[in-house]
Nanobody, 121 residues
């Protein structure tokens, strides 16, 4: 079994910063791409940023230039540095990872439980 645990959410004023972390643990053979998604009330879950095992990144247009995704492969951890936060960034942020649990096992997608980010004055 594989678990993803996020941390770092909270309440921040507009223009402020937060850093989210997500650690993958359990029966891990290899972690492939990792990413962050978010879901605001009444809206669908949307992609925020992804990063491959070789550190290639992809961002939603709405966060380019403000958010930075990174990872530590040795720790099976992905980070999301969020700067210049806006009220529209308020959402529950979910971590996602493609994980193989064995040499001959195909990777499957795992999700964390989510962490709330609220941007408000």
């Amino acid at each position: 079994q594989v678990q993803l645990v996020e941390s770092g959410g909270g309440l921040v004023q507009p223009g402020g910063s937060l850093r989210l972390s997500c650690v993958a643990s359990g029966s891990i053979f290899r972690v492939n791409a990792m990413g962050w998604y978010r879901q605001a009330p009444g809206k669908q879950r949307e992609l925020v940023a992804t990063i491959t095992s070789s550190a290639m990144t992809n961002y939603a247009d709405s966060v380019k230039g403000r958010f930075t995704i990174s990872r530590d492969n040795a720790k099976n951890t992905v980070y999301l540095q969020m700067n210049n936060l806006k009220s529209e960034d308020t959402a529950v942020y979910y971590c996602n990872a493609g994980v193989s649990t064995g040499w001959s096992t195909s990777a499957r997608s795992y999700w964390g439980q989510g962490t709330q980010v609220t941007v408000s004055s």
